[in-house]
Structure formats: C-alpha cells, structure tokens
C-alpha cells in the first residue's frame, strides 16, 4: 500500500508543481490571476486523476479486486496528502528561496477588481488593511503552507471521497 501511495501521489504532485513552475515563469507579472487560477485548478484536477488511478490500481492489483469504502478513502486521503505535500514544499521553497512579488501583484489584483468593480472607497480601504495584515501573515511559513495546503487538499478529499463511494466493491468482479 505505501509504494502505491507514494507512486501515485508523487505524479499527483508532480503534475500540480510543473503547473507552478510554468505558471511562475510564463506569467511572471501574475497580470492574468484569474486565468492562472483557472489553469491552476484545471492542474489540480488533472493531479487528481491519479488518486483516482491509485485507489484503483490498489484495489485491482493489490487487494484482490476488493475495497472498502474506509479503505478506498484512506488509499484516497494518503495520495492526496503525498501530492499536496509536494506542493506545498515546492511553493514555499519558489516563496522564500526565489523570491517574489507574487504577494504585492495578488493585493494589486484584488485592488484592481474592487475598483473596477465600483466599491466605495472605505470598502477599498478595509479590504486593502486586512489584505495587508494578510500579506504580514503571509511570511511566516507555517502560516504560508496552511494557507496553501488549503488552496489544494479540500479537493483532494472531494476526490478521495468520490472515489471511495465509487470504487468500493464487496466481491471480485469476475466472482
């Protein structure tokens, strides 16, 4: 069960970090945040494809052909907590290691969508001291990695749950 958790969530990381790495140098002013984001989610979803590949290849080649739903989610969680860990330590090493303006460009961003959006100005001023209170917390890297485990975990137990409610299976398929 471990060699298959690692495998399967090393690729699962794997792929959501070449999407940081690309993301980072093919939009290095971070102007587009929306369309990174969307690309950045479409990578986690793509990630998660091998947890689902895992939870199966587990069932089928180790397990006989069976699963419970407990074991599912649990083959399910663990790849996901391998793939996300990936992450999360190639994006604080690109944070604190390369050094960027990631944090000054994302308050520029949201700055700019509440303007454009027509917000009052006291509203433009609250969200700008909390996005720089935020931007203070930011820097602390427990804080940092809690906050980015966040951007991608909750979908890797959306997927592990799926998963497990699918490919539970009480008897062998060719029983």
């Given at each position: 069960m471990k060699r298959n958790i690692l495998v399967y969530g090393t690729v699962s990381g794997l792929i959501s970090v070449i999407w940081i790495l690309i993301a980072m140098t093919a939009l290095p002013d971070n102007q587009?945040?929306?369309?990174?984001?969307?690309?950045?989610?479409?990578?986690?979803?793509i990630a998660n494809i091998f947890l689902v590949v895992g939870v199966k290849n587990y069932r089928n080649k180790y397990n006989?052909?069976?699963?419970?739903?407990?074991?599912?989610?649990?083959?399910?969680?663990?790849?996901a907590l391998v793939g996300s860990t990936i992450y999360v330590l190639t994006?604080?090493?690109y944070f604190f290691g390369v050094g960027t303006d990631f944090m000054d460009y994302y308050v520029n961003s949201i700055h700019n969508d509440l303007v454009a959006s027509g917000a009052s100005a006291s509203e433009i001023a609250k969200?700008?001291?909390?996005?720089?209170e935020f931007m203070i917390s930011y820097q602390n890297p427990f804080f940092n990695a809690?906050?980015?485990?966040?951007?991608?975990?909750?979908?890797?137990?959306?997927?592990?749950?799926?998963t497990a409610l699918v490919m539970k299976r009480k008897n062998p398929k060719n029983a």
């Open positions: 587009h945040m929306t369309v990174g984001m969307v690309f950045g989610y479409v990578s986690m979803i006989g052909g069976i699963i419970s739903f407990g074991k599912a989610l649990k083959v399910g969680l663990l790849i994006w604080l090493i969200q700008t001291k909390e996005m720089n809690a906050v980015t485990y966040m951007e991608i975990l909750p979908m890797g137990v959306l997927f592990a749950v799926i």
